[in-house]
Structures are given as C-alpha cells and as structure tokens.
C-alpha cells in the first residue's frame, strides 16, 4: 500500500519536486496541493511542507504562507492526528502557525548555511523517528540563513520535559538554543526541521540518512489510513 502524502505547495517552494520524490523513493504516493486549495486531497495520510521561500520571505519566514488556505486544511488534519512534517521554510510556517513550539530567527552568523551537519536522534519512539536508533547520527544537509531555532527558557524546559526535541545538532551550525534541530508538537503528530531530508535518500548524494526520516513518516501515514480503513 502506497499512502497518500500530500505536498503543499506555496508560491516561492522551490524544494517541492525534490521532497515528492524522495516520498515516491521510499513507498508514499505524493501528491501535489497548491496553496490556494481549502481541502487536502481525500484519503491523504500525511502532510508536508517543503522547504523554499515562501513568498519570498518577503515580511518574515514562513509569515504569509501561514494564511494561505491549504493552511486552514492542514492545520484540521493535524487537529484530527494526521502526520505533518515542515522541512525548513515548512519548519517556519508551522511556527508561523502555532502548531509548533518556538520561533526561527537568523542565523547568529548572518550568514547563509549550506553543507552536510550532523544531527543526534533524541527519540526514536515518534511517527517521525521510528526508522532511527536512539542516539543515532544522521548526516543531513541544511541551507538555510533564518535557521536559528528560539524558545523562551520556561518553553524550552518544557519542551526537553516532555521529550519534544527529537533531533539535535551534533556540533554548532546556526545558534540554534540547545542545538535544536527538530521539534514535535505535544501530541507527537506534528514535526519540524531545518535540516532537508529529501535531499539525502540516496548514497550517491553522500548520505541517504535522510530516508530513515521520510520513511518513518510514510510508515505513520500507512497506518493511519489502515487503521481507518
């Protein structure tokens, strides 16, 4: 069973086409949802949001894409359980949104990241680690220059509390608090990253870390179609 995953895709996604096919690569059918749709196509077991530069980053990272309407209809799938994954600018947008703790701020280099990092898994019991080892390093690329996640300190305690941090950077890439790379919602169905995991699914790219990720989400989206069926 190949479970529908959709792609949301925002006027500025330049990351779109890439994340649909490492999706297909690891056994999801993706399909593409252009900003202006209201509902998610029907029998969609999973969400994401891809990296780029949604509407130009023009007023601030992820800011406008978070009014879109698909966002209306993302954010009642998430309500309902549904898996959703924001890669780098989709990070963004569902801070934008509220459907994640945090905000992403410039880089402290101001600077433009680009290049292989390391990251720790922290959990591996999530819909978007299950394919992952605990403590396991992934080597995942990044490229972003508003990267920088930030929490209030109370936030942040919380947060580590209830085990809500699910990727770290293994080393320092962009002043990120506590090195977070990738943080769930509190009820576990919703994710961001900074890192872009469909760009690493394959071993002639340098790392097909990336997969153990997308795969896991596809994992999730099967079972929540067959537990519906």
């Not at 890669?87 to 990241?113: D, H, K, S, T, Y």
Request: proline content about 6%; some cysteine; hydrophobic content about 45%.
């Amino acid at each position: 069973m190949k479970p529908k995953v959709a792609v949301v895709v925002f006027p500025g996604s330049q990351d779109d086409c890439d994340a649909a096919w490492a999706l297909g690569s690891v056994g999801a059918e993706p399909v593409m949802v252009w900003h202006a749709e209201r509902e998610l196509p029907a029998a969609t077991g999973a969400v994401v949001l891809p990296g780029g530069f949604s509407y130009g980053d023009y007023l601030r990272c992820g800011a406008i894409a978070r009014l879109a309407p698909a966002m209306e209809a993302v954010a009642r799938f998430a309500a309902e359980g549904g898996p959703v994954l924001g890669i780098c600018n989709g990070f963004q947008i569902l801070c934008e949104a509220g459907l994640l703790p945090g905000v992403l701020r410039p880089n402290v280099q101001l600077e433009f990241v680009c290049r292989d990092v390391r990251v720790t898994v922290e959990r591996t019991d999530t819909l978007f680690t299950s394919r992952c080892e605990a403590g396991q390093e992934l080597v995942i690329p990044v490229k972003h220059a508003d990267g920088c996640w930030f929490a209030p300190p109370e936030l942040l305690a919380e947060l580590e509390a209830n085990g809500q941090v699910l990727l770290r950077y293994a080393e320092e890439v962009n002043g990120s608090l506590d090195r977070v790379a990738g943080v769930q919602n509190s009820d576990g169905n919703v994710m961001g990253l900074m890192p872009h995991p469909e760009h690493a699914v394959d071993s002639l790219l340098g790392s097909a870390d990336g997969a153990l990720v997308l795969a896991s989400l596809v994992d999730a989206a099967r079972e929540r179609l067959l537990a519906a069926a």
